[in-house]
């Protein structure tokens, strides 16, 4: 098998902060130099020890003792070399020691992009990881720990983005903002994370984008989608670019579902990462997105099997009409950065701008009953018996329009093992939207009406004479306007405990909200947010650290959390606290001559202030007010090292509980009281064949509450919906990576990765639903909960090449 290898990169400096060229950079099995700009690039071996030796006339080494990096992992170190001719002692570089002690999980960017999945990619991932759920494969979206989707923050390069504000249905969704065949580093914490992230109440994810060294171009391709990605440099390093390009049609999966339609999902989405080094000292960052969702679906029959075996039931539904939705975005930011010796500013203004169209007239006619479970008759699985037939008329014309403006600095000053950060942003949103939802539903001839105002039907004695109304119907425009001003400042600090190392960070955010808008009543916050984290790595012969954080998590409300689900805006609506206690341990230890970790983290959330809500499918519909509290606690295990030699492999463990109080009327289970959550993410390979390789990722989740009549009390139902329980398989054959030689002329000579393989999503072809539709049986009245399921087995083939 080949080795796996990983990147350093960097520049070398003198005492007077100017590059030197010509130093030469060695370890036993490779070797370069820097260019005239004191940039360099080396390859090393992933996965070992590896010693590193700088070395220069006139200029006494430098050197790195026992660095490892993962696979493809790439690592920046800049070193400064001393024209005093003592010999530098040697230094020690764990790359990932800092992220450990501050709780931060990082997962290796090639390992997102090999993974299978029906939306492969960063989110993909995370789903794999304790105290990360969602049970549905069609979206990015994700919960941590009890939290909802809007509890996340998302950082590219440090600027904060945004997940869409109208979407209801996985199936409308497309792409991710973040690009996985850019990423050049991924962080994640499911709690407990410091002051100068942002005010969430569950997790941060951070992603960094490459900074290239040279140029390449990678092209991806499958029944899902394609993607080009074009990375370029200029000789001296100046100038570098990333832009990927991706499109992506869902129909591969959505004719999978068990309604047949004549669906057009098209998602088209461009990024541009751009950096200019002005000087040694200033560089200027650009970074550009365009997304464009374009939904149509003409929906056309359904039939949905469910019961028991003796008492098989069915729901046939006819669709007329089709919804088209349209989801666009821009977003912009640039970033002006000046870094000198222990010295970092930086100053970052951006501007995100979506527009959001959800049109749609769906007629659909009903027949519920018994199936014909006869083996020997013609009409095997056909409806017969009807008990139910009825129908429903939904219309939608929503519309929002949001700008968001932001203009942020951040610093750090580093002083020996101490740093200090700050920060302050001023964000300005302002939100155009107009709700215009109706549904009607007959049942036998007769139209239901809503239970809200109540009425007087005697019927037949006397003929009821009432307009038609809708059972569900919203109406309403809303105008608003938020400012926010942001600020954090943190320490940390490395120490000695007699043979012990000690680590801390101690930090404080806050912010002011205020709220304004058309016929709203202004209104505003201050808030303040007290973090710490502390860990130690004991003297002791095993390889352990202990960290434990705590800290003051709140959320200003967002405009999704200042409309209830009339449509109308609670201004009074403050923000939701959350204070987080977290305990965790990491052992590290070697089994069979391979490297393993296990990661074990215990947490207790106490929430108050809370904003109810329910979920339907990844629409989030809040109660708009802050009567409730709340509570999360749980255990997570990740056990990941290399199962098979070269290859990350990980298995995960979580156990969770989260239950609210609304009203004093008692706790309930949330709507993400997901109890148990089992991933396995794998890599193995074939010793024969070590080129054909084979990725697996299986998840199983229990059932959450949901599932429930759209107006029914959360207190009347808790029923919870089936357990989730999905597998993706993939298998590729590499025919050329970074390790590969090919003799000039040879076809592969010009690749510098080739792989084709084919993938196999719900390998199993389990059942997993997200949510229910209810039926009423006309003779009993008896209301039937049909589930809604998600895709089945679907087969896939990629072809993916960098030159």
């Known amino acids: 098998m080949l080795a796996q290898s990983a990147t350093i990169t960097g520049l070398v400096l003198n005492e007077n902060n100017q590059p030197i060229a010509n130093v030469n950079i060695s370890t036993i099995n490779s070797g370069t130099s820097t260019n005239s700009n004191g940039f360099y690039t080396l390859d090393i071996v992933a996965d070992i020890p590896v010693t590193i030796t700088f070395t220069h006339i006139g200029h006494s080494n430098v050197v790195l003792e026992g660095i490892i990096l993962t696979t493809n992992e790439t690592f920046e170190f800049n070193p400064v070399m001393s024209v005093d001719a003592i010999q530098i002692a040697g230094v020690e570089v764990s790359p990932s020691g800092k992220k450990s002690v501050m709780g931060i999980t990082n997962i290796d960017p090639q390992t997102v992009r090999r993974m299978p999945g029906a939306n492969a990619g960063v989110e993909n991932i995370l789903k794999l990881l304790p105290g990360v759920s969602f049970n549905n494969e069609l979206s990015t979206q994700y919960n941590v720990r009890g939290g909802n989707f809007d509890e996340n923050l998302v950082y590219v390069n440090g600027i904060e983005v945004y997940r869409p504000f109208l979407i209801r249905s996985a199936n409308q969704e497309g792409f991710s903002f973040v690009n996985s065949a850019m990423i050049e580093d991924l962080d994640f914490s499911a709690g407990g994370f410091q002051a100068k992230y942002g005010d969430k109440l569950s997790s941060v994810l951070d992603i960094q984008y490459k900074n290239p060294s040279k140029f390449a171009l990678e092209l991806d391709a499958s029944l899902l989608g394609a993607s080009a990605t074009v990375e370029t440099s200029s000789k001296n390093n100046d100038f570098t670019s990333i832009t990927g390009l991706r499109y992506r049609d869902n129909s591969l999966l959505t004719n999978s579902q068990q309604t047949q339609t004549t669906v057009r999902p098209s998602f088209i989405d461009a990024q541009s990462y751009i950096t200019y080094r002005l000087s040694d000292q200033i560089r200027l960052n650009f970074l550009g997105n365009f997304s464009l969702n374009d939904y149509k679906n003409e929906p056309q029959t359904r039939q949905t099997n469910f019961g028991t075996i003796a008492e098989p039931r069915a729901l046939l539904v006819f669709y007329e009409g089709n919804e088209n939705n349209r989801f666009q975005t821009e977003f912009g930011a640039l970033k002006g950065e000046y870094n000198k010796e222990n010295i970092q500013l930086d100053i970052t203004t951006s501007l995100y701008h979506t527009t959001e169209e959800e049109f749609s ?399 196999i999503f719900n390998l199993f072809n389990n059942q997993n639903t997200i949510t229910n539709t209810w039926v009423r049986d006309v003779e009993t009245q008896q209301q039937f909960a049909v589930p809604n399921f998600l895709t089945s087995r679907v087969f896939n083939i990629k072809l993916s090449m960098r030159f």
């Open 361 to 759: 007239d769906i007629i659909a006619s009903y027949e519920l009953g018994a199936v014909n479970a006869d083996l020997g008759s013609e009409d095997l699985g056909e409806v017969i018996n009807s008990t139910g037939i009825g129908g429903q008329y939904s219309r939608a014309r929503n519309q929002l329009d949001a700008l968001i403006f932001s203009l942020a600095h951040k610093g750090m000053l580093k002083l020996d093992s101490k740093s200090l950060a700050w920060g302050i942003n001023y964000a300005h949103e302002d939100f155009r939207d107009q709700l215009r939802e109706s549904e009607f539903i007959d049942s036998a001839g007769f139209f239901i009406r809503p239970n809200e105002p109540a009425f007087i039907n005697n019927q037949p004695e006397e003929p009821f004479t009432g307009d038609l109304v809708p059972f569900e119907s919203v109406r309403s425009t809303n105008f608003v306007k938020t400012d926010r001003i942001s600020a954090y400042i943190q320490l940390d600090n490395q120490t000695q405990w007699g043979d012990h190392v000690v680590y801390y960070n101690l930090g404080l955010r806050t912010q002011l909200w205020s709220l304004r808008g058309e016929n709203i009543k202004s209104n505003n916050q201050f808030i303040i947010s007290p973090r710490a984290q502390f860990a130690i790595k004991p003297f002791w012969e095993k390889d352990m650290l202990f960290r434990f954080a705590l800290g003051s998590y709140q959320q200003p409300p967002f405009y999704r959390e200042l409309r209830a689900a009339d449509g109308a805006i609670n201004p009074e609506v403050k923000a939701q606290k959350s204070f987080h206690f977290v305990l965790g341990n990491e052992y590290s230890f070697n089994f069979g001559n391979r490297p393993f970790t296990l990661i074990s983290e215990g947490y207790y959330k106490d929430l108050s202030q809370v904003n109810t809500y329910t979920v339907e499918d990844v629409r989030v519909r809040y109660v708009a007010n802050n009567d409730a509290k709340a509570f999360a606690y749980g255990f997570d295990f990740r056990l990941n090292g290399a199962f098979v030699p070269g290859a990350e492999s990980w298995v995960s463990l979580g156990y969770l509980r989260t239950e609210e109080n609304s009203r004093n009327r008692g706790f309930i289970s949330r709507p993400t009281d997901q109890r148990l959550k089992f991933g396995l993410l794998f890599q193995d390979y074939m010793p024969t064949i070590p080129n054909l390789k084979l990725y697996l990722n299986l998840v199983y989740n229990t059932g959450v509450p949901g599932g429930s009549p759209s107006n029914a009390d959360p207190y009347n139902f808790q029923n919870r919906l089936r357990d989730y329980r999905r597998s993706d398989l993939g298998i590729s054959y590499i025919f050329a990576d970074s390790g590969s030689k090919f003799a000039k002329g040879h076809w592969l000579y010009q690749f510098k990765e080739l792989s084709a393989g084919f993938e």
